[in-house]
């Protein structure tokens, strides 16, 4: 898994295995405007290297690190999840 940043915050994320990436483009997910509550707040986790270095220092020991890591996960998943459905994965 690979993050990608522009100035503006986290451009895509690259996950791959056996030679296949796909870019997830998170600033146009979050700028899309369509998105619930919680999916643009589980987004916005991974939005910038701050915000997840931020969230995943905020750990209150190993358990609650270890499901934050998860929450992170999850929402590169949902984000590749919700590109797919706008077609926007070649």
């Given at each position: 898994m690979g993050f990608h940043f522009a100035?503006?915050?986290?451009?895509?994320?690259?996950?791959?295995?056996?030679g296949a990436t796909v870019?997830?483009?998170v600033n146009r997910l979050l700028a899309d405007g369509?998105?619930?509550?919680?999916?643009a707040g589980l987004l916005a986790l991974i939005e910038t290297p701050e915000a997840m270095e931020g969230y995943l220092l905020r750990a209150q020991g190993q358990d609650d690190a270890k499901r934050r890591a998860q929450r992170c996960i999850t929402a590169v998943q949902e984000a590749s999840r919700l590109a797919a459905a706008r077609g926007w994965l070649t």
């Open positions: 100035q503006s915050g986290l451009s895509s994320i690259s996950v791959g295995g056996r870019n997830l483009p369509s998105l619930g509550a919680r999916t």
